[in-house]
């Protein structure tokens, strides 16, 4: 809950939507909006959504940590490590993401963009998460307390500057990035 009730500040929610609707263009430029360009990526065929989840991931990364250092957000809310549960909520991720085709952002946005059979699938989403609610008490006993290293992250338990974790990153997609693209050339049919 939030001081002025059940929704956040206008001026938060404005910000999420614009930010949103953002996001959601450049996965449609970036075609991850298209089931087939994510089911390629399962494929080893096609690796645009590599590319493109890994470039949000460090720009995410560059933007929270810069906002935190300038003192334009207050901290972070780090969520326990609970890494059973981790581990069977993003298998579950996965397969759903290889048989839909959609995760639940490229779902949306492929709504965004028009393509109607995208709908039962975020639907079955929406069940999911509902039955996951229903579930969760008996969930976190099963899964999320086993293996729960509470609120870690490589940098407390490195007691290294997070900046260190960032740069890393950042170096290896740029390598990562260069190797793909290397690689792709030598697969892809040359023209005469």
Not at 71 to 100: E, S, T
Not at 139 to 163: F, I, N, R, Y
Request: charged share 10%.
């Amino acid at each position: 809950m939030y001081e002025s009730g059940f929704f956040a500040p206008w001026a938060q929610l404005v910000t999420g939507a614009l930010t949103g609707l953002v996001f959601g263009f450049l996965l449609q430029k970036a075609r991850v909006t298209r089931p087939d360009v994510i089911v390629r990526q399962f494929l080893l065929k096609d690796f645009t959504v590599l590319k493109v989840m890994i470039s949000a991931v460090v720009v995410g990364a560059v933007g929270i940590y810069a906002m935190l250092a300038l003192g334009w957000i207050d901290g972070l809310q780090v969520k326990n490590a609970a890494l059973l549960g981790n581990a069977v909520g993003g298998a579950i991720f996965g397969v759903g993401m290889a048989v839909l085709g959609l995760c639940p952002g490229t779902g949306l946005a492929a709504i965004g963009d028009g393509q109607r059979d995208a709908i039962p699938g975020v639907l079955g989403m929406l069940t999911g998460g509902y039955l996951y609610a229903l579930a969760h008490p008996w969930l976190t006993e099963a899964l999320v307390k086993p293996l729960d290293l509470g609120k870690a992250t490589l940098a407390t338990q490195t007691h290294l500057s997070p900046w260190w974790f960032i740069v890393g990153l950042a170096v290896l997609a740029g390598a990562g990035f260069f190797a793909l693209e290397r690689w792709e050339s030598t697969r892809s049919p040359r023209s005469a």
